[in-house]
Structures are given as C-alpha cells and as structure tokens.
C-alpha cells in the first residue's frame, strides 16, 4: 500500500492529464475531482481511472477541452450535449445551467448527453445543494454493458447510478448517490488491482454460479495490464433483486434513452448521460419547515438502537464524511498495483521521473 497526501496526488495526477493535451485548468479539475473521490472513500471513481481515461484518450472515446452545447433551452429545461468531453470539464457546466434555471424558474431539468465518464455523481449533487437546491440524478453509460438483470447471467445494463442530494443549512450536504448493480465497476477495478475484496456473490458467471472474483468480469489480466469487461464471461449483479434491476432500468430509459445519449447496448462508444432535476426549496417550502424537519429527522434516525455487531445508525453521506476527515489528515492510501499502473501511465504520456518521485515524497 502506498500512501500519497491530497495535494500531491492532486499535482500528480494534474500532470499527467497535462502531459495528455488537456488544458492546465482541464488537468487540475479532473485531478481534483477523482482525488476528491478517493477522499470521500469511493476509490472505485478515484485515481484508479486515470489509466482508464489515457487509454479512452487515445482510442478517441473522449476528447479534451470541450465546451458543452445547449440544443434545447426553455425557461426551466435545457438539453446540454457533452460532445464526449472529459465528464469533469462538461458536466460541471450543464449542472451550472440546471443551477440557473431553477433560481429563476423554481424547478429545472437538464439532459446531459454524450458526455465523457462523469466520476463520482455526489459531485454534482454536492454542486447543487451548495447553492441550495435538492437535485435528483438518474444516470447510464451507454456502451458499457456490464450489469446482469434480476434473474440473468448476461450482461445487459450498466451500473447506471442513482443519486440525490438535500442541501442543509450551515451543515455538509446529505447525498445519497449508488450504483444500482451490488458493486460499481470502479470496485471491480479496485478488487483486481490489490484492494478491497468484492462482496460475496457480487458477481455472476455464464452458467449461474455466483463468485467474487473479477476475472468472472474482465477475464484473464496481469497485475499491471489492463482492465476489459467485454472479455469475460460474467456480469455484476444488480442490487436488490428486481428491485435495484428495476431503478437500473429506469436509469437507462431516463438517463440514456430520454437524454438522447441512448440506453446501453454492445459496440458503442462509451458515454454518460444525465437527467437530473433540481427543486429550489425556498419556492417550496412556504410554510419554512425544511431544513429543521430535515434535522429532525436526521437526529430521529440516527438515534436508533442499533442491532448486535452495528455501533450506529448512519445516514447517507456519514461514512464519506469520516473518511474524508481521515484521508486529508494522513493522505490517501493506494493498492501497490494501482499506483503501478498510474505510474505506467505517467511514464507513457511523458511525466518525468522527478515527478513520480515528488509524489510520495
């Protein structure tokens, strides 16, 4: 395990996006948000990726420095086309059209389509709620077919994300944001680059046999090679039965077919898309009950008696903010073979030496 403190990883990270044609203000920004991911403890989404994007970069799957395109804008909706930008340069500005639309109109919606892997999805539930407003996120990834359906052994759905944030007054976010599949992807990764061990049965081979391990996904893979999840014979299962297959396949109607990014199938170029909805309580809430009933309920639920093995009841967004406090006080912890591989990648896209070095100085 290697441990890199947050700034480092940042300028790492930054570097090597720079090295990789994107803009020095493109580089920082995803090297900040996949290092924030890693801090708020979702590595799957983290540092992990940079491998992952260099490779999407050179195959032409995203394109750096994109400027985002309204096609359809209306008082309170807008449909905003990502043009296969980095996800951390083109959704931030179609969440800032959601942001605007709703101060004026109350309500808003957005469609985002054709946008690069946008990362965490909290981001951009954190973006919203910071300027007040609750936001509800329904995302796919056209292209990445990795998720079987209640009762399948075949892939058929992506992990298609599900995300909600309510802002609070004076207080962190609370932001409820899952992949509707047992695991994300990024944990796959993570699992098969020396981290954390799937769950047991998270996975499904070809002839029903549940398993955890991720050569069921990806097939055969060196330590340091890359990651294909069209080369194995398994999928992810979905969480919840035909209840998370459910909200997975809303996910990919909503957030893929609806947006126009379409719903995921085989041998297409990857892409997010996003709809999301963004409430300004303040127009809502006339009556000035929100944020202390919000609290309310908050303390209500977490002063549960928890079960034997359980020390509290949590909310959503508690364990990622312990995390987060943790990691920026003693860095951020990386399996061997995940930093070897972003290692790799620096080398290959022209990072000095010096620089690898710096990093976990």
């Known amino acids: ?67 985002a395109e309204v096609v359809v804008d209306t008082p309170s909706l807008a449909v905003v086309d990502g043009k296969f930008g980095y996800g951390q340069t083109v959704t931030p500005q179609a969440v800032r059209i959601g942001i605007e639309k709703c101060k004026k109109a109350g309500l808003a919606a957005v469609a985002l389509r054709n946008a690069g892997h946008i990362g965490r999805v909290g981001d951009w539930a954190e973006m919203a709620a910071a300027e007040g407003l609750v936001s509800v996120h329904f995302v796919n990834a056209a292209g990445s077919l990795l998720v079987a359906p209640f009762g399948g052994v075949e892939k058929r759905l992506s992990t298609a994300p599900y995300c909600v ?46 398993s955890e391990d991720p050569t069921v996904l990806y097939g055969p893979f060196t330590p340091e090679g890359p990651r294909d999840h069209t080369k194995g014979t398994g999928a992810i299962r979905a969480f919840g039965d035909h209840k998370g297959s459910g909200l997975a396949f809303m996910c990919e109607l909503l957030g893929g077919a609806l947006t126009g990014t379409g719903a995921t199938s085989g041998g297409r170029r990857f892409a997010n898309g996003m709809l999301a909805f963004y409430v300004d309580p303040k127009v809502v809430d006339t009556s000035h009950v929100f944020d202390a009933e919000v609290s309310r309920y908050t303390d209500f639920i977490r002063a549960t008696k928890p079960m034997a093995g359980v020390d509290q009841v949590l909310i959503p967004g508690d364990p990622e903010r312990k995390t987060r406090a943790e990691r920026t006080k003693n860095g951020i912890p990386l399996p061997d073979d995940t930093w070897a591989a972003i290692v790799n990648t620096a080398r290959e896209v022209g990072v000095s030496e010096v620089s690898i070095q710096r990093a976990t100085a």
């Open 1 to 67: 395990m290697v441990t890199i403190q947050v700034q480092n990883l940042i300028d790492f990270v930054g570097e090597v996006f720079g090295h990789a044609d994107s803009s020095p203000e493109e580089a920082k920004r995803i090297a900040t948000y996949l290092t924030t991911a890693n801090l708020t403890g979702h590595d799957s989404h983290g540092v992990i990726r940079v491998p992952v994007y260099i490779r999407w970069l050179k195959t032409g799957f995203v394109v750096p420095n994109q400027t």
């Open 165 to 210: 944030g309510i802002p609070r007054e004076g207080q962190d976010p609370i932001v409820l944001d899952f992949a509707t599949s047992v695991v994300a992807e990024g944990k796959v990764l993570v699992a098969s680059r020396g981290g954390k061990k799937l769950p047991k049965g998270a996975l499904v081979d070809a002839d029903g046999t549940l």
